[in-house]
């Protein structure tokens, strides 16, 4: 937990992770003793097919209702698709048959929902899920950015800006988030998460600040993103501010205070004249700005620190 400079307070959470109740090597106790130690405050238990309930926080950390479903098991060509629901009043298991092989993504959306949950698309690029699979759903509450575990040395596709980039130039945007997916088989935990802006924390509050998309997905940076109209009325000019804080609790390599070196914009346009900026000197970026077009579709702003670790904004349409 944070309190940024205009006094908003940011809760820490992983929305996806895994237990021994299904295919992670860590007990639930063990695993919610971890993220306590490195300074959670919200963690969701997303075992394959197995509900897990929310509890209010204890000791610090709340648990929110999880659960990660999926569709058409290995079979690229109908579309793999892993959703994670948080935040459900009842499982929506009850509604759907896992067994059937024509299960759909659509119907497990609607049944998170139908059970007041949010469904969050898990590691698209990890399922090869194309931009034209995902545009054939709808409903999605967030979108995986970044997923630890589906990094080496386990899997090879951990980053999914390159979907999300395709579904913004087509006008989809949905809130980026990082989540570590950890299952605890060689050191994916803890390194991929999000903040959410909330006044306290309950499951209410954070569950609203997930809807409402008050939401940062980082390995460590932090930053904001704000829009204004631009002077000629048809651009819009994004800002970006990171926020670098001085004695951050997160030790090591994920220390929020280290400078941020590299800012790139992402943008529908194939070439850019203001793609991306760096500083190497140890000064940082603080501020920046990007004249959006309405020719570049979106513009969706990364930032890396000094670290070599990510912050992710969701992309802004043009
Ligand atoms: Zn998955
Ligand atoms: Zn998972």
New binding site residues.
């Given amino acids: 937990m944070f309190t940024d400079k205009n006094g908003k307070t940011w809760y820490k959470g992983n929305l996806?992770t895994?237990t021994t109740v299904s295919d992670g090597k860590k007990t639930p106790e063990e695993v919610i003793a971890l993220y306590r130690e490195h300074g959670y405050d919200f963690l969701a238990l997303?075992d394959h097919w197995i509900p897990s309930e929310g509890k209010t926080a204890d000791n610090g950390l709340l648990l929110l209702p999880g659960c990660?479903y999926n569709v058409h098991g290995a079979d690229i060509l109908r579309g793999v698709f892993?959703i994670v629901a948080i935040g459900e009043k009842n499982s929506a298991t009850a509604l759907l048959d896992r067994k059937d092989p024509d299960l759909g993504a659509h119907e497990v959306i609607d049944a998170v929902h139908a059970c007041g949950g949010i469904a969050i698309l898990?590691h698209p690029a990890w399922s090869l899920d194309t931009c034209e699979q995902i545009l054939a759903l709808h409903g999605f509450d967030g979108v995986e950015i970044y997923n630890s575990v589906s990094g080496l040395p386990h899997n090879c596709r951990p980053y999914s800006g390159e979907v999300i980039d395709q579904l913004a130039a087509r006008g989809v945007v949905y809130p980026c988030m990082a989540a570590d997916?950890s299952h605890f088989y060689d050191g994916e935990d803890c390194l991929s998460y999000i903040y959410v802006q909330a006044d306290e924390l309950t499951e209410e509050a954070i569950m609203e600040a997930l809807r409402a998309g008050r939401i940062m997905a980082t390995q460590a940076p932090r930053f904001t993103v704000t829009v204004s109209p631009a002077d000629n009325g048809t651009d819009k000019t994004v800002h970006l501010s990171c926020d670098i804080v001085a004695g951050d609790t997160v030790a090591g390599d994920n220390r929020a205070d280290a400078p941020v070196e590299t800012v790139i914009f992402y943008t529908g346009s194939v070439w850019h004249p203001a793609r991306s900026l760096t500083a190497k000197d140890g000064s940082g970026i603080t501020e920046a700005e990007f004249n959006l077009r309405p020719q570049d579709r979106f513009v969706r702003i990364e930032i890396v620190d000094k670290n070599g670790k990510h912050g992710y904004a969701t992309p802004i349409l043009s």
């Fill in positions: 996806h895994h997303t990660e892993h898990a997916d």
